[in-house]
């Protein structure tokens, strides 16, 4: 016995008389599947575009903003200016003292002081030229040595003429002696000079 014959035929069994036996839905369309992915594809760069911009706008704005600009040069000019002018302020260092001028001119006047000119003087002559010995016994009696006498060498062997001096105390006076007489070489000679405090050798 069938279904269909147990209860009576309605309004549902009328209206699927026409349609074929077995109701199924349509098949989706396959759009449908795919807009989802192509909305992620075109959204995901349009994102990242726009992060990248406000990022590099950013940024900009940050390393203008550390750019000084003309008015904080300005305001930071009377300030370099001043730590330059600091250095002029600081008062000048005071002079040294000269060196004193005493002893300079102490040391000519104690060695004029050493100076004795009534020494007893005798010039030898020890070369072949007559006269020279009595020349130069004048220019000394002339220089204030008026105790100047002239005489021959005898035995005396030096090669240079030279300034003799026996006492320690008339060295700065044959010193003396040789600079007028234009002798460089001045020597202590304790045994020859007899009765002479300065012997000088011509040759």
Partial sequence: MSVSSQYPKDEFDLAGEDMPVGMHRPQPSRWKN????????????????????????SSTVTAQS???????????????????????????????????????????????????????????????TQG?????????????FPGTTAANADGWESQ??????ESPQVEATAHEIARILGIDAVAVNTTDLGNADVVVLLR
């Fill in 160 to 165: 240079v003429s030279t300034v003799y001096y």
């Fill in 66 to 128: 550390d750019v000084p600009t003309v008015s904080d040069q300005l305001q930071s000019q009377p300030q370099s200016d001043a730590m330059v002018e600091a250095p002029q302020s600081e008062p000048a260092p005071a002079p040294a003292p000269e060196p004193a001028q005493d002893q300079p001119q102490s040391e000519p006047q104690s060695q004029a002081a050493q100076i004795n000119h009534n020494v007893a003087i005798t010039v030898l002559n020890g070369t072949d």
């Fill in 34 to 57: 795919v807009i989802p992915f192509l909305v992620i594809l075109v959204a995901v760069p349009v994102l990242g575009w726009g992060a990248s911009q406000l990022l590099t706008s």
């Fill in 132 to 144: 020279l010995a009595a020349s130069k016994a004048g220019t000394l009696n002339e220089a204030g």
